[in-house]
Structure formats: structure tokens, C-alpha cells
């Protein structure tokens, strides 16, 4: 089964870049869409951006288009999630885990999750 450490996080005013990482083990990553996903305290856990297996296609929430960018880079088995222009509603804990699809951008049922990487947007 797939592992995943995110890293990267931290505080930062509004305006500001963060660029998480997430490094998995466990399979050969190429095979697995890989997925972003947040949760804010209260909220449920929700699909930020993922990415196909090859790292052609890419999907994003409408709340971070244009802000935020995945890449991956399978040699190093590592995705990333660069963040720009971040904002206050940014703040959460962010995960990586394989996703169902790129279209469908949510956990798949059964998946590890990392311990995540704290988010913070001050204002």
C-alpha cells in the first residue's frame, strides 16, 4: 500500500507561497492519480488538485484555480502542490493520497493518508 510524508507547510501572510511536497512509498508511484486534499477545523476533508499517473492531466477546485499548481515527479516519487497567492480560507491541514481519478478528484476508499502539513494564512 502506498505511504505518503507531506512536508511544507507552515505560516505565512496573505498574499504569500508555500510549496508542499509529498514524498510516497510503498509501489511504484507511476501507476496512482495522486491527489491534494485539505481540512479546516470543522470542515470536512475536501479535493484541492490531482494529478494523472504520467502528470498529464491536472484538476483543480474552482477555489484555487489559477493560485495553485501540482506537479510530480516520479523518478524522486514525489508530488508536489505550489501555492501562490494564498488566502486566509487556505489555512488547513493538507494531505496527499492516491486518488480515484483526476476528474474525480477524491480519496480512494481505503487509502493511507500522511500525517499532513499545517497550513496557516494570516491576514
Known amino acids: 500500500q502506498l505511504q505518503f510524508v507531506e512536508s511544507g507547510g507552515g505560516l505565512v501572510q496573505a498574499g504569500g507561497s508555500l510549496r508542499l511536497s509529498c514524498a510516497a512509498s510503498g509501489f511504484t508511484l507511476d501507476y496512482y492519480a495522486i491527489g491534494w486534499f485539505r481540512q479546516a477545523p470543522g470542515k470536512e476533508r475536501e479535493g484541492v488538485s490531482c494529478i494523472s499517473s504520467s502528470g498529464e492531466s491536472t484538476n483543480y477546485a474552482d477555489s484555487v484555480k489559477g493560485r495553485f499548481t501540482i506537479s510530480r515527479d516520479n523518478a524522486k516519487s514525489t508530488v508536489y502542490l505550489q501555492m501562490n497567492s494564498l488566502k486566509p480560507e487556505d489555512t488547513a491541514v493538507y494531505y496527499c493520497?492516491?486518488?480515484?481519478?483526476?476528474?474525480?478528484?477524491?480519496?480512494?476508499?481505503?487509502?493511507?493518508w500522511g500525517q499532513g502539513t499545517q497550513v496557516t494564512v494570516s491576514s
Open positions: 493520497g492516491e486518488s480515484v481519478g483526476v476528474r474525480a478528484c477524491m480519496p480512494t476508499p481505503g487509502g493511507s
